[in-house]
């Protein structure tokens, strides 16, 4: 199983960019795909959460309102919109993936499967 993200890379503050990951060698019908974040020298943060048959999505509480996560299930991709970036979002976004949704999709220690991560820096 491989995840890619894609995406990342260097933004002023208030500016947008797009994540874009991709499952290969299975599908996560049935379960999710999201996002976590790593900051330098901070915990792995919980971003967003997508479950791939349906509309439910998860998001933390720090990106509510500015960042959307969706999906196209054709292509096994998940993407997040990030928009209104700050300083504070600067960080090393992880691709995860589960083959079950759970209810409190926050935790890292819950998924198996994590792409390679891709560098967003946002500048002020």
């Known amino acids: 199983v491989q995840l890619q993200a894609s995406g990342g890379g260097l933004v002023q503050a208030g500016g947008s960019l797009r994540l874009s990951c991709a499952a290969s060698g299975r599908t996560f019908r049935g379960g999710a795909m999201g996002w976590f974040r790593q900051a330098p020298g901070k915990e792995r943060e919980f971003v967003a959460m997508?479950?791939?048959?349906?509309?439910?999505?998860y998001y933390g509480d720090s990106v509510k309102g500015r960042f959307t996560i969706s999906r196209e299930n054709a292509k096994n991709t998940v993407h997040l919109q990030m928009n209104n970036l700050k300083p504070e979002d600067t960080a090393v976004y992880y691709c995860?993936?589960?083959?079950?949704?759970?209810?409190?999709?926050?935790?890292?220690?819950?998924?198996?499967?994590w792409g390679q991560g891709t560098l967003v820096t946002v500048s002020s």
């Open positions: 997508a479950k791939v048959s349906g509309s439910l999505t």
């Open positions: 995860v993936g589960r083959t079950s949704w759970i209810t409190t999709p926050t935790n890292p220690r819950d998924y198996v499967y």
